[in-house]
């Protein structure tokens, strides 16, 4: 969806962007230069770089285009270099480190010596347990970053569901007063196309709601325990795997879908809430009896995140629907562990799948799904993302 405040009737608000002020002049056979500048270094920048890499040829020959990395930022190390440098040479400088090898830079200074063209934001949205509904509103440090780079005139591409899901109308406000674009195709399903779905392949087409398998992890474990696995048991399998992370508080507690419910919910449906406006449940809190007695009945219990409009009707208020007046009322947003039928579209989507049952005006239900939801395809959507912003300038 572009970026900026939805109108009072809804309508998507349309942000230009414009590449005119890059460094090269490109002619017919000179590819434009774009340089990124990449906050955050960890494995899905890399997998990026991997793909800038591999695409060079493609992205000069099909598409004019010749993409440098003229900053990498990490908590722990910088690497910058204002004339930029390729991917593969990006990669190359860090190697093995952990870390890009140059000292530790705050963000807004390697942003303002980076002088790219666009912020490409890959840090991870942090651990969300202490935040509560109704306490200080939380910002997460990426909103920040891309306020920053809008104030330096750069686009921003971003897999990091904080600003979109936490700030959206701070950050899609400062966009259009900047006149610059953001594109998030990665935050919600990794590589999967569910913005870019609403926005070019479903014209006129309204979200009414949806519902959502969004974590992979909690899909891991949930079949583990299906074959009678501890939740302790399974979470400890789905981390040697490596699909969890050391940390899995986020995904097991509900807050890494909250978070891509609200993402989803706040750019297709302007529904201004964030994951903590989002019901959810802990699937540590989820019985495992409730899982393996679903499985021998015949369904599957999955983590479901559902997100629809309240109408005047009560008796619609309560549960997910189009109901009498599906453009207008409070979006509500819940997460909970759901025993579906087989027969149900999401009922399938197990292990590192993901999935969302789209409810529109026009078009009816939509369901997308993603096979693997794996760095690669997260990299891919972040790839796509930087695409479009220069194919469309």
Known sequence: MTAGPATPDA????????????????TPNEPRTVRLCLLGFGSVARALCELLAAQERVLAERHGLRVLISAAGTRHGSLLDPA????????????????????ARPAPELLAASGADVLVELT???????????????????TGHVLEAFRLGMDVVTANKGPIAWTWPDVSTAAAAAGRRIRFESTVMDGLPVFSLLEYTLPDCRLLGFEAVFNATTNFIIDAMGTGRRYEDALA??????????????????WDAASKAAALANVAMDAGITPADVEHESLADV????????????????????????TAEPGDASSPGRGAAPFTGRVRARLR??????????????????????HTDLMADVLVSERHALVPQTAYGVYAD???????S
């Open 337 to 358: 562990a759901e025993e579906l039928d087989i027969e149900h579209p999401l009922a399938s989507i197990s292990g590192e799948s993901l999935g969302a049952l789209l």
């Open 287 to 310: 019985p495992l009896e409730r899982i393996v007695a679903a499985r021998e009945s015949g369904r599957r219990l999955r983590l479901v995140s559902s997100v629809w409009r309240e």
């Open 11 to 26: 309508a998507p608000r349309d942000v230009s962007i414009s590449f005119a002020e890059f460094d090269d002049d490109p």
């Open 237 to 254: 399998q789905v981390q040697a795997e490596g699909y969890a992370e050391a940390d899995p508080s986020n995904d097991v507690d509900g």
């Open 84 to 103: 930029g440098m390729t991917p593969a040479a990006a990669l190359a400088a860090v190697g093995d480190r952990p870390a890009p090898p140059q000292a």
């Open 124 to 142: 991870v949205m942090g651990d969300l347990s202490g935040v509560a509904a109704g306490a200080t509103p939380y910002v997460p440090a990426a």
């Open 386 to 392: 930087l695409l479009h912003l220069c194919r469309t």
